[in-house]
């Protein structure tokens, strides 16, 4: 269980949110500015799909019963969204194959990130899948829009600065995202407590 939650960390927004500003710094170091607003759209867009679907089942009890979906994961889908990007953009001067193997080992550790979240019984299996699915949508469109970006001038320093910084995050305390999420959901419902898989259960 130890181990688990060590790697369900890395999907946390205190360590994915500093891996998407790095990918944003580089991008914009390399002059890259369209793409680095198009990757916050795709990455917003995803967070914000994530939010919708975890207020609708705290708010309103709409999830998919027979799935236990009750609202994608956000530790999945950041991560799937972020990690290949990163991976890839970090080794943008190497060779095509090199670039590709990078934003594949990046994805590898991205579902093992989202396993995670089942093994440490934050999420169902349906609510994982969800979020790799989006996650690994994005970060396919996005490196697709990246694929004839030419390497660009940042420096090795600043490439290493930014691993560092998510490194570095993983050992900060986990923001409690989903208490924020529940006073949302509460707020928009008008209902004074909020849907919980308890609810779901035969009485």
């Known amino acids: 269980m130890i181990a688990w939650l060590e ?20 991008l914009m170091m390399g002059r890259a500015w369209r793409l680095a607003a198009w990757w916050w ?8 799909l994530v939010v ?10 709409l999830g998919i019963r ?12 950041r991560a ?26 990046g994805l590898g550790i991205a579902i093992v990130i989202g396993i995670s979240r089942v093994a440490v ?14 996650g690994g949508w994005i970060g396919l469109i996005f490196l697709r829009s990246a694929a ?7 420096s090795r320093w600043a490439l290493a600065a930014g691993l560092l910084a998510v490194v570095a995050a993983s050992s900060l305390k986990p923001v409690h995202t989903e208490g924020w999420i529940e006073d949302m959901a509460l707020a928009l419902s008008g209902h004074d407590q909020p849907f919980t898989r308890g ?4 009485r």
């Open 148 to 154: 004839s970006l030419k390497a660009f001038p940042v």
């Open 52 to 61: 919708a679907t975890k207020i609708a089942f705290i708010g309103w009890g």
């Open 80 to 105: 799937t969204a972020v990690y290949p990007v990163l991976f890839y953009l970090a080794l943008l001067r190497a060779a095509p194959p090199a670039r590709s193997a990078g934003a594949v080992l």
């Open 121 to 134: 019984n934050a999420h169902s299996v349906s609510e994982v899948v969800a979020g790799c699915v989006l």
């Open 199 to 202: 609810d779901w259960q035969p």
């Open 7 to 26: 790697i369900t960390r890395f999907g946390d927004i205190v360590v994915t949110a500093p891996a998407a500003a790095a990918i944003t710094a580089w």
């Open 66 to 77: 027979a799935l236990d979906f009750t609202g994608i994961s956000g530790h999945a889908m």
């Open 41 to 48: 759209v795709l990455f917003i867009g995803g967070m914000g």
